[in-house]
Structure formats: structure tokens, C-alpha cells
């Protein structure tokens, strides 16, 4: 009955609802969408799944890198001040590294600053133990970043500061900074990868031969001869 009731929070018809409830009551049904679940899950299929996907990109001029999420820590708020909000703070050592550099701040005085490269993905629906709506963010750094964090309270301010900025400025929400507190869990939701696509310096989509064997149609316009 669980399977039912999830099915009546989607944006689907009666029809619809009332096949997909028949459907799961049929134990054939159940046992092949089952394996077809196991056989997603399975890592030597994601493997090859991100090979293939890896290819395709190539022969359009891209690169790709499937960023997987380590679970570090999770931080709770809320999202435009109505719904529930987890950010995953995670690492993956393709992101950059943090770096340090010297600058001048905007009253003249000296000093570090820290860059924190970092990995964001998409905001993702989800639903807490009493069916509540919730969305979940995920952040990556490196582990370097993590690691400085870890030994470090106002580096760990830094981070969760980046990783709040960043989920505002570029999926256009509003996070409530003045209750962010840090939960007893790794990662919210299950891990899901990002990926960084990057084009192909110099790469040029090849062009497509004529085919000699190809005959214009009989309706093709044809230059007219001039007498």
C-alpha cells in the first residue's frame, strides 16, 4: 500500500494511478521491476553505463567526469522559507584543491584569502520519515578542503559559508543562513554523481561525405540550361 500512496503525490491521471496500482499488485510485475532495480544498483553497470556516456560525449567534442560523492557532513535549514532544506557537504578529489592567496581587503588591509573550489548539484526532491517534502543539495570539495575544515572551526564556517553562497547564486533559492545547524549524519537521500563536462580544445565535428552512390529524385530542382 506504501508503493500506492506514493504514487497518488505524483502529477498523474486516475488512469494512470489505477494501472500502476494493478501493476504492483501483480507479483510478476513486482519481480521484474525488482530486478531491474538490482541491476541499476549494480556498480559494474553504472561503470559501463559512465563509459558509454563518456564516449558519446566524445564524439561531440566533450569531455566528462562523473564526480561521486564521499559523505562528510550534513548541514539543515530551509529553502525559501517553506520547505526543508539538506545540504551534503562531500569530497571528491577531482575538485580543485583550496588555495591560498594574499589579497587586500576592501578598507586597505592585508591579509589571506582563501579559494574553495567546489562541485554543486542540482536540487533534488525527497521525502522525510513522516512523508514530508524536503530537498536536498549536494556540495563537493576536495578532501584537502574537508580535512583543513576538520581541524579548524572558523575553515568549517568557511566552507559551509561557500556551500550556501554557491547554492544561492547559481539555482536562484534563498537559504535561511540564521538556522543552519549541522545534523548527526554523513548524507542525506542517496549519493547521486555530478558531472563536469568540459569541450574538446580544437575538436571539430566531422564533416559528412557525399555519398557517390547517392541519385538526386526525379522532383529534385535542377539548374535549367540557358540557350
Aim: aromatic share 8%; proline share 8%.
Amino acid at each position: 500500500m506504501a508503493a500506492v500512496d506514493k504514487l497518488k503525490e505524483l502529477d498523474i491521471t486516475v488512469d494512470e494511478i489505477d494501472r500502476l496500482s494493478k501493476a504492483f499488485k501483480d507479483e510478476k510485475f513486482k519481480e521484474m521491476l525488482f530486478d531491474y532495480a538490482h541491476e541499476l544498483s549494480d556498480p559494474e553497470n553504472k561503470k559501463r553505463y559512465e563509459e558509454e556516456i563518456k564516449l558519446l560525449e566524445q564524439e561531440r567534442g566533450n569531455t566528462i567526469e562523473f564526480i561521486h560523492p564521499k559523505p562528510s557532513r550534513v548541514l539543515k535549514t530551509s529553502v525559501n522559507g517553506k520547505q526543508k532544506c539538506f545540504i551534503n557537504i562531500c569530497s571528491n578529489d577531482k575538485v580543485g584543491k583550496p588555495e591560498r592567496k594574499l589579497g587586500v581587503s576592501e578598507e586597505g588591509r592585508r591579509g589571506q584569502c582563501w579559494a574553495l573550489p567546489h562541485s554543486l548539484h542540482p536540487g533534488r526532491q525527497d521525502t522525510d520519515p513522516k512523508g514530508n517534502k524536503i530537498m536536498i543539495y549536494d556540495v563537493i570539495f576536495h578532501p584537502d578542503t574537508l580535512h583543513l575544515a576538520s581541524r579548524n572551526r572558523g575553515f568549517t564556517n568557511m566552507v559551509d559559508s561557500t556551500a550556501i553562497q554557491g547554492i544561492q547564486d547559481n539555482f536562484k533559492v534563498t537559504l535561511d543562513k540564521n538556522n543552519v545547524r549541522e545534523i548527526k549524519s554523513k548524507y542525506k537521500g542517496l549519493p547521486q554523481p555530478c558531472v563536469i563536462r568540459k569541450p574538446i580544445p580544437g575538436y571539430k565535428m566531422p564533416s559528412e561525405e557525399p555519398d557517390p552512390l547517392a541519385f538526386p529524385y526525379p522532383d529534385e530542382k535542377r539548374p535549367i540550361p540557358q540557350t
